[in-house]
């Protein structure tokens, strides 16, 4: 069993920075796969960025490639999504979510979460304009 606490989220002005934190128990955490899936008001989940245990792939939905960066410390058992130059439309509640099956493709991403075995209860990140 994975237990997923997001924190990090909060009001920002458009342009800003955030970093959201995911931190997770269990012994395991090294060997999930991990991702950060958002859901906007009103909208469907969506991916938003993906990592993979071992080499550490990357993968990333296209509005924010260039703009969010995962990462993970296996040691300290934390993901990470650095958001930068935020926009309005990247408001949502943003989620942390492990798979067992420890490495991803860019499949991770247009599945917007499904399929993956723990959640977070998700952090609230507000961008204003």
């Known amino acids: 069993q994975v237990q997923l606490v997001e924190s990090g989220g909060g009001l920002v002005q458009a342009g800003g920075s955030l970093r959201l934190s995911c931190a997770a128990s269990?012994?395991?955490?090294?060997?999930?796969?991990m991702a950060w899936p958002r859901q906007a008001p009103g909208r469907g989940r969506e991916g938003v960025a993906c990592i993979s245990m071992g080499d550490g792939s990357t993968f990333y939905r296209n509005v924010a490639k260039g703009r969010f960066t995962i990462s993970r410390d296996n040691a300290n058992h934390t993901t990470y999504l650095q958001m930068n130059s935020l926009k309005v439309e990247d408001t949502a509640v943003y989620y942390c979510?492990?798979?067992?099956?420890?490495?991803?493709?860019?499949?991770?991403?247009?599945?917007?979460?499904?399929?993956?075995?723990?959640w977070g209860k998700g952090t609230l990140v507000t961008v204003s304009s």
């Open positions: 979510a492990a798979d067992h099956i420890g490495s991803v493709t860019a499949g991770c991403i247009s599945a917007g979460g499904s399929g993956m075995d723990y």
């Open positions: 269990g012994r395991t955490f090294s060997t999930y796969a």
